[in-house]
């Protein structure tokens, strides 16, 4: 299979600190991949890595085929990327946020106003297009914040926790959304706090004090520590870390 992301004892220091430590993983074309750790594991400094936004200290990697030291615009022109923080313009309209990032990635008016028109027909927004994103229940700001980040068709998206906050309802309409995507061949690489989420995933990986403890499918991981969820096998990996959060 097509590896879009390839890691290679990818490391990020700070000074003496040592956020990110030798990191090696592959993910595939069309794979929903989980990226999980407690806080203070090095997976937002990972993250940050593989979109081009902070330059590693040794290692290697490679995102949609652009390395992460000398090819980052071209990396941050093939991704999309949303957080549960900021993702979308409260002050603009659903129709004013979605011209404003697809512009963002260079896409054409004619494009903007095309791909626009089905994201609001497949979310079912087209009565909400005038309306203030300030106004929208957070479950509807986080699947059009998903759909915006996703509508220049980017070989991959990153996603940090993006559903946090929301009702356990809304988190499965988002997942469905995912799961298209990932069916259209973009590949998602997810953070999460919710380990039912985990399980969404066709394989996750676990690091504990910046290091990959643990990547497997989500059904061996369980068989290997003998757990019946993944909550349980994260706890069991998170009891081993040594630094704080």
Not at 60 to 85: C, H, L, P, R, W
Not at 95 to 105: H, K, P, V
């Amino acid at each position: 299979m097509e590896q879009v992301i390839v890691c290679n004892g990818l490391t990020k220091r700070f000074g003496d600190f040592t956020a990110v430590d030798s990191i090696t993983f592959e993910v595939n074309k069309g794979e929903i991949f989980g990226f999980l750790g407690a806080n203070g594991a090095g997976k937002t400094t990972a993250m940050r890595m593989l979109c081009g936004l902070s330059t590693p200290s040794s290692g290697k990697a490679t995102i949609a085929g652009f390395d992460v030291y000398k090819q980052t615009e071209q990396i941050k022109k093939n991704i999309g990327y949303m957080s549960q923080k900021f993702s979308l313009y409260d002050d603009l309209t659903v129709q004013e946020n979605i011209t404003f990032f697809a512009g963002i990635y260079g896409i054409s008016d004619a494009e903007i106003k095309k791909n626009g028109d089905d994201l609001l027909l497949r979310l079912g927004m087209q009565d909400q297009a005038k309306k203030m994103v300030s106004s929208l229940p957070l479950g509807w700001k986080q699947k059009l914040a998903f759909s915006t980040a996703v509508i220049h068709k980017p070989k991959i998206v990153f996603l940090d926790e993006p559903t946090g906050g929301v009702d356990p309802v809304t988190r499965r309409q988002f997942w469905e959304l995912i799961y298209e995507a990932a069916d259209n061949g973009i590949t998602i690489f997810v953070t999460t706090h919710y380990m039912d989420e985990a399980e969404y995933c066709k394989r996750v990986s676990i690091m504990v004090d910046g290091k990959v403890a643990a990547l497997d499918t989500p059904s061996n991981l369980k068989e290997q520590f003998g757990a019946n969820t993944m909550d349980e096998v994260f706890y069991h990996l998170a009891r081993e870390a040594k630094r704080g959060e």
